[in-house]
């Protein structure tokens, strides 16, 4: 028998742009496809990130320096904070 140990599971707590206003901000939080509240699957997150660059409504988001995750690993929760530059 094969045990698997996946490790703590985190829940996304709040997802923030960074230079946009709170209007657009709300507009963005309908199109992702992880939302506050639902366990953090990186997955989505990148899922997410490919729809906003889409769009093509701002400079290409790059996950190595527009993308910051961070973890609270007492509470097991997740904050993601997406910058955001117009074209």
């Known amino acids: 028998r094969i045990r698997i140990d996946e490790g703590m599971r985190f829940r996304l707590r709040r997802i923030g742009f960074k230079g946009v206003d ?20 990186p997955r989505k997150v990148k899922e997410s990130i490919e729809l906003i660059n889409q769009e093509q409504r701002f400079r290409f988001i790059d996950t190595e320096q527009d993308l910051q995750i961070l973890t609270d690993e007492e509470s097991a929760d997740v904050d993601i904070i997406i910058s955001l530059k117009p074209r």
């Open 22 to 41: 709170e209007t657009v901000s709300n507009e963005l939080l309908k199109v992702l496809k992880i939302g506050p509240g639902e366990i953090y699957v």
